[in-house]
């Protein structure tokens, strides 16, 4: 790891300013992604803002349908929240295969949704419940918000305070794991909602998250696990590696998308 | 056998100090003044090196100094060596080049060691190895070895043309090939061994410690054979001589092979420790460790095997190519000749075998043993072949095995081996019934309801462990002789320690050793200590590998307790005023037998130590020393089944059961001896579903350097194993025990594939079977389906 | 430099080093507790699990100025000098370790892993639960048994406890 300095914010304004002075700074929040990447030398942050000790970011409140996620929530937090699994235990569900139990310790949603690793499970949930994230200047939709691998729409600086969404009627998440990292080599949230069907596909895009429209409109017209199984998925748009190729990922998509919907119930 | 004898499943001793964080390996030492090493390394798998700056690097801030190659080379430092000459059989030596610790003119692998940056702290020297410029040009890069053996491909080493090592066969050729002309079925297969990268869990590191008023060395190092290394670095690399070099390998994190070899570092940190006037400590990170440790495996063999109308194999003909990497490590020649062609015959009565080995340089990281060591490579090619030749042939796989075996002993193969005792139907039988092979076709029906597709293989192994007769070794071309050594030095109060050449990393020697030592002397194994890895404290010693600790180092233990025994009855007798004959050795306490005169055994030591009242002549003192050398190889071996389910929808295997059967002869401690198969079959499965190292083809660059791409096996990728034990004695050493470290990895990765390929109904599959590989096959199938 | 002052296994602890030193490094170079293991660059072989303010966390991923002010659990601190605590125990009853190395992090995975549980344990979730953390030696095989075992155990003590 390259030489850095390290700030510890108690307060959102302490954060936003500590980042502003320091034009090579980053915000640390779990650390899970960032610190890993600074370890191989890929990432030299002259400043670390520390977001884990402002309590204004952490905790969870459900309101009504309304679920509200704090940026600095650790996934571990989500995992076992007993007010968001009444309404929708989907992304509990979600937050508790993100890592291992040790990572789900530290690494935060709001972590996780700035950095938009293409392999996150996060921004799958997101652009499926179709959330808002929250700024510490804005709101922004889902939509908007992941905007290609590991870019986002957040300006420089700028921070996410929360993330909030409406519980659909159902959702689920399925994912197969890359062997080697355990990433997700494809990830699909599915939900039901009043405004229609939405599907995500993590892992698998050659552009990061993105929605699987053919599947959400064989969803949509039957909600039944076998519906995805004829969409079509452009292997064009998905990524090739080692581990899968785009062929494989396309089969993986519908095959996760399958599950998901048996999970959602 | 007693409650802590051999037999006994007693609880490991050293645990303790592990549980409670106080092990003591090699990064945890601390001496004052002690500083951190940095290497500068390859970024490319090939490329001439113009020029090196280190200035910037010296000006870095804690930077003490940065050296390269060529000081190293005029302080006289010679260059790595494999130790195992092998000729090529047109009787040409094998052709070795050179390897110098640190690169002067060419880096012939990503990872090849350029300079070393000596730093106040583990962070400042790698930054100042980040400023060492080093004016690369480059060079193609070569991965596979048989593209390496292409006309034109880049040539690696000016030694070698070609980049042929040696051609070298076993067996004969001309009775293979008549078998092969007259037999009434052969199958052929082509067999890919994949890549692994061993992975013990501690990375290696190394202390070095130059002591300029006495002009001594002291080195600390994660090494599976501290004496081994001393002689090497000694007698060929000259480091310094024996006496001003002492080795020493505490705990160490594992080895599985990867620890035998003397690497680079180890010998850079001792002499830049004498260049700076400073110790220099070394800790590999796991990047730096899937770079430069050894490799394992990587094969390429055509097979052919031919069998009468009988289905009895009557020959097999094997061509294998294999990958030595960029550089000769220390027994690299030895793995793909001595360790793998000599178990071709496997459990079977092949009356001709003949097999050609290439061995090929390219420009990736040496590979050498890793566990199991020629020795998986053979049974994976053998046991593939059998499983197709019984599916071509319309037998079980069970019926064309037992038309095949081994059954008097000893047995002479064609291809070096004497077999000395076996029951291979005995592992067999063990097995089919604990994995109730009867009832597989209700559960394959049942997973088919379900959607998955269930399959059942088998793989019935052999290895060669114990290793090894030195005389026979020497005559195939070893450096060394495979001895071992041991001292049994009783103290004046009875409690006793057992100094060993033997070095556990992992093994469990403390316990198992110990429990020798109570089994024959009665005494509780919390008197016993056993004392290994220093080359100060123990005498001469050959190390841990190829499954031999038990059968060659405990043997030698047996023999320095025989001495022991015979003087310590002596004392007795001449205590007692008994006759030296009727002197037994019971339960702590030293008897004239059929009567109740006896002494205990503290007595005993406590008269060898105060000699006021000796046998006339007697030297005092209780302490012998043995040297074990064994009159063979051990012959380890067993049946292994699994049984999978496949998911078709992604091609992801679940292993549903695994059983192993096993005649490891007699076993010293069940629980460790189970532990050792548990790890090896873990290992075996790795290879079999997950591991495989790759590399870039066109430029050389390692594409699986961390966990990130290189799958390790996990909790939840395996089950919980279903073990048992056959026992045949051996009766080559006075144990009558044959080893049991390796089979696990040997065993399995047939009994794996052939699971998976009866599940998805195909022959040929390639290790690892990955959810992309089996998913991918299942398409061809569907895809072939839809054509016909 | 950077002064760190810490709780370390009941006891406040300081020592000076760079921003940028991981709390692993800090444990054990500048604490002098090298029970803690750094086996991968990645975040994912779990040598180096510790409890931080009671929950088990990498501390190869966590710097030790992060740290600062916490509350740290290392394997050196889970039980009274010369006891072993009933993971421990366990793990020596039923060879749950070979070389040695892991060790450290699946004894503090295991210890959080049941106190999360709450006595919920059974062999698909200890594998599961072990997702973080990599043995080479024991194919996992006696180590889920020492975790289920231990479970037992001290379900079994703490009813006893609540009789």
């Known amino acids: 790891m390259y030489a850095t300095s390290y700030h510890r914010a108690s307060s959102v304004d302490e954060a936003v300013n500590l980042r502003s002075s320091h034009d090579e700074g980053r915000y640390l929040s779990g650390g899970m992604t960032l610190i890993a990447t600074m370890k191989q030398r890929l990432a030299a942050p002259s400043d670390l803002i520390d977001l884990r000790h402002i309590a204004a970011l952490k905790g969870i409140t459900v309101d009504g349908h309304t679920v509200r996620i704090g940026g600095a929530t650790p996934h571990a937090d989500v995992a076992s929240s007993a007010a968001v699994r009444a309404v929708c235990p989907a992304i509990c569900e979600l937050a508790a295969m993100i890592g291992d139990p040790h990572v789900r310790h530290m690494g935060t949603i709001g972590g996780s949704i700035a950095n938009n690793d293409p392999a996150a499970d996060y921004p799958a949930a997101m652009l499926a419940l179709a959330a808002t994230i929250i700024t510490d200047r804005r709101e922004i939709p889902a939509e908007e918000f992941f905007t290609g691998l590991f870019e986002t729409a957040l300006e420089e600086g700028e921070l996410v305070t929360a993330v909030s969404f409406e519980a659909p009627e159902k959702a689920g998440y399925a994912k197969f794991r890359n062997p080697a990292s355990r990433y997700a080599i494809t990830g699909v949230f599915v939900a039901k909602a009043a405004g229609g069907v939405r599907v995500a596909v993590t892992g698998a895009g050659s552009n990061g998250v993105f929605r699987a429209e053919t599947i959400e409109a064989a969803l949509a017209a039957d909600w039944s696990p076998e519906s995805p199984k004829a969409a079509s998925i452009d292997p064009a748009d998905l990524m090739s590696d080692m581990h899968a190729s785009a062929e494989y990922r396309a089969n993986l998509v519908r095959v996760m998308a399958k599950r998901a919907v048996i999970a959602a119930g | 056998m007693g409650m802590e004898g051999i037999g006994a499943r007693v609880a490991r001793k050293e645990d303790k100090r592990f549980l409670t964080g106080k092990g003591r390996y090699t990064d945890d030492m601390v001496v004052p003044g002690m500083k951190f090493a940095a290497f500068v390394r390859s970024p490319h798998a090939h490329a001439k090196i113009n020029g090196i700056d280190i200035e910037a690097a010296r000006a870095m801030p804690g930077v003490i100094d940065v050296l390269e190659g060529r000081q190293l080379q005029a302080d006289g430092i010679g260059n790595l060596i494999c130790g195992w000459m092998i000729h090529s059989k047109d009787g040409t030596p094998m052709k070795m080049g050179a390897w110098r610790p640190l690169a002067i003119d060419i880096v012939r692998y990503v990872g090849d060691a350029v300079a070393i940056v000596v730093a106040d702290s583990a962070g400042e020297a790698r930054d100042a190895a980040e400023a060492v410029v080093v004016d690369y040009e480059e060079l193609p890069a070569v991965t596979s070895a048989v593209a390496a053996l292409q006309p034109g491909a880049p040539q690696i080493h000016p030694e070698a043309p070609g980049n042929l090592i040696f051609d070298w066969q076993i067996g004969d050729p001309a009775a293979t090939d008549a078998a092969i002309a007259q037999a009434a079925h052969v199958t052929e297969i082509e067999i890919l061994n994949n890549r692994l990268s061993p992975n013990p869990m501690e990375p290696r590191a190394t202390l070095g410690i130059y002591d300029a008023a006495e002009d001594h060395f002291t080195c600390y190092t994660t090494s599976q054979n501290p004496h081994v290394a001393r002689l090497v670095m000694s007698a060929f690399y000259n480091v310094a001589p024996e006496n001003k070099l002492r080795v020493i390998a505490p705990d160490v994190g594992g080895g599985f092979g990867s620890k035998i070899y003397i690497y680079p570092e180890e010998i850079v940190c001792l002499w830049a420790s004498k260049k700076t006037g400073v110790p220099v400590k070394w800790t590999s990170d796991r990047t730096e460790a899937f770079l430069t440790d050894a490799h394992g495996r990587d094969h390429v063999s055509k097979v052919k095997m031919a069998f009468d109308k009988d289905h009895r194999i009557i020959g097999l003909k094997v061509d294998t190519i294999a990958n030595l990497g960029a550089y000769m490590s220390l027994f690299s020649s030895a793995v793909p000749t001595y360790l793998y062609a000599t178990l071709l015959s496997g459990q079977y009565d092949i009356p001709a075998i003949h097999a050609n080995v290439r061995t090929v340089y390219t420009t990736t990281v040496p590979v050498d043993a890793y566990r199991g060591a020629g020795r998986p490579e053979a049974t994976y090619l053998l046991e593939r072949t059998m499983e197709v030749a019984a599916r071509e042939l319309g037998l079980s796989p069970a019926e064309l095995r037992r038309k095949n075996f081994i059954r008097s002993f000893p047995h002479q193969t064609p291809v070096i081996m004497n077999y000395d005792a076996g029951d291979y139907d005995a592992s067999l039988n063990a097995a089919l019934a604990a994995a109730d092979w009867d009832g597989f076709a209700a559960r394959r029906a049942e997973a088919e309801s379900r959607g998955m597709k269930r399959g059942i293989g088998m793989s019935c192994y052999i290895e060669a462990c114990g290793i090894a007769p030195s005389q026979a070794v020497g005559s195939l071309g070893a450096g060394v002789g495979l001895w071992e050594s041991a001292e049994v030095r009783v103290n004046a109060v009875g409690t006793i320690e057992v100094l060993t050449g033997s070095h556990s990393h992992g093994q469990g020697h403390e316990t198992t050793f110990a429990q020798l030592i109570a089994d024959r002397l009665g005494v509780p194994i919390a008197s016993v200590n056993i004392v290994h890895g220093d080359t100060d404290k123990v005498q001469m010693g050959m190390g841990t590998y190829g499954s031999r600790s038990g059968a060659v180092g405990m043997s030698a233990i047996v023999k320095a307790l025989d001495k022991v025994e015979m003087k310590a009855k002596k004392i007795a007798a001449h205590l007692m005023e008994a006759d030296e004959s009727d002197i037994v050795i019971e339960n702590g306490d030293v008897k004239v037998a059929g009567t109740d005169k006896s002494l205990p055994w503290f007595q005993v030591a406590l008269a060898a130590y105060t000699a006021h009242n000796l046998p006339s002549g007697m030297e005092p003192g209780l302490k012998e020393t043995a040297f074990y050398d064994p009159s063979n190889f051990t012959f380890p071996a067993g049946c292994y089944i699994a049984e999978v389910e496949i998911d078709p929808e992604t091609g992801k295997t679940e292993i549903v059961q695994f059983v192993a059967a096993d005649d490891f002869g007699n076993i010293i401690n069940p629980l460790i001896v189970e532990g050792q198969v548990h790890g090896g079959l873990a290992q075996g499965i790795g290879q079999a579903l997950l591991e495989e190292v790759r590399y870039d083809e066109q430029n050389g660059q390692l594409l699986t350097a961390s966990y990130m791409d290189y799958a390790m096996p996990r909790a939840d990728d395996l089950p919980s194993f279903t073990l048992s034990h056959q026992n045949t004695p051996c009766p080559g050493n006075p144990l009558g025990i044959k080893g049991c470290g390796e089979a696990g990895a040997i065993g399995s990765p047939p009994a794996l594939i052939n699971a998976i390929t009866d599940a998805i109904g195909i022959n040929h599959l390639h290790m690892p079977a990955t959810p992309l590989k089996v998913w991918s096959a299942l398409q061809d199938g569907q895809m072939r389906q839809a054509a016909e | ?163």
Do not use: W
Not at chain 3, 8 to 26: I, Q
Not at chain 3, 55 to 78: M, Y
Not at chain 3, 106 to 129: K, N, P, Q, S, Y
Not at chain 3, 141 to 157: D, S
């Open chain 3, 1 to 163: 430099m950077t002064k760190v002052t810490l709780t370390v296994n009941g006891r406040a602890m300081s020592g000076e080093c760079d921003d940028r030193t991981l709390l692993v490094h800090f444990i054990r170079e500048k604490l002098g507790l090298t029970g803690t293991h750094v086996g991968c660059d990645t975040t994912q072989c779990g040598a180096c699990v510790v409890h931080l303010d009671g929950r088990s966390v990498k501390s190869c991923s966590i710097l030790a100025v992060q740290a600062a002010g916490s509350t740290v659990t290392t394997i050196e601190g889970i039980a009274g000098q010369g006891e072993l605590h009933p993971v421990q125990a366990a793990f020596n009853t039923h060879h749950g370790l070979q070389c040695g190395f892991c060790t450290p992090g699946m004894v503090m995975t295991a210890v959080d892993m049941i106190a999360r549980h709450g006595g919920d344990l059974d062999e698909h979730t200890v594998r599961h639960e072990l997702d973080g953390n990599i043995c080479r030696c024991t194919g996992y095989h006696n180590i889920v048994k020492a975790v289920l075992a231990a479970n037992e155990e001290m379900q079994g003590a703490a009813r006893q406890a609540a009789e």
